[in-house]
Nanobody
Framework: QVQLVESGGGLVQPGGSLRLSCAAS????????MGWYRQAPGKQRELVAT???????NYADPVKGRFTISRDNAKNTVYLQMNSLKPEDTAVYYC????????????????WGKGTLVTVSS
């Protein structure tokens, strides 16, 4: 079993910055990709950013140029640096680990964290 623990959420004023962290622990041989998704009240969960073990990144258009995703493969940890935050960034942010393999023979499965709330408000 694998656990994902997010941290770093909170209340910030528009234009401010926050850094989210997500650490994966448990039976882990490898993780193909890690990423962040968010869900605002009354809306569906949406992609924010992902990063593969090789460092390839993908960002949703609304956050391009403002958010930066990074990853420490040795620590199985992914980070999301969020700058120039806007009220529309307010959401619960969920960490995702895709194709987590416990051994080299596993196909792998996905895991989700419980989420951390980010509120952007003056």
């Amino acid at each position: 079993q694998v656990q994902l623990v997010e941290s770093g959420g909170g209340l910030v004023q528009p234009g401010g910055s926050l850094r989210l962290s997500c650490a994966a622990s448990g039976s882990i041989f490898s993780i193909y990709a890690m990423g962040w998704y968010r869900q605002a009240p009354g809306k569906q969960r949406e992609l924010v950013a992902t990063i593969t073990s090789g460092g390839n990144t993908n960002y949703a258009d609304p956050v391009k140029g403002r958010f930066t995703i990074s990853r420490d493969n040795a620590k199985n940890t992914v980070y999301l640096q969020m700058n120039s935050l806007k009220p529309e960034d307010t959401a619960v942010y969920y960490c995702n680990a895709a194709r987590v393999r416990a051994t080299m023979w596993d196909y792998g499965r996905d895991y989700w964290g419980k989420g951390t709330l980010v509120t952007v408000s003056s």
